[in-house]
């Protein structure tokens, strides 16, 4: 059986389309304990920003970059 990591590694490499695909899949399957209007709002907001990101309208930046900035924020 395959470690998480190497799963995840598998996964980050299959193309953008395929991932977004996935992504939706993992939160569609995911049980939330909160109130029905939170998560609704929340998988709103998870949907915007992946047609955000579909169309080009946010810029994309690798994780490693986003991690690095992250970083420098918190100094």
Known sequence: MRSLEQLT???LSLPSASRA??????????????????????V?????????????????IDGDEALKQVRQLLE
């Open 21 to 42: 695909l996935l992504a939706d899949k993992l939160v569609e399957s995911l049980e939330f304990d909160t109130d029905s209007a939170i998560q609704e709002a929340w």
């Open 9 to 11: 590694e598998e996964l």
């Open 44 to 60: 709103n907001k998870a949907k915007q920003r992946r047609n955000e990101v579909r169309n080009g309208s946010v810029p994309i």
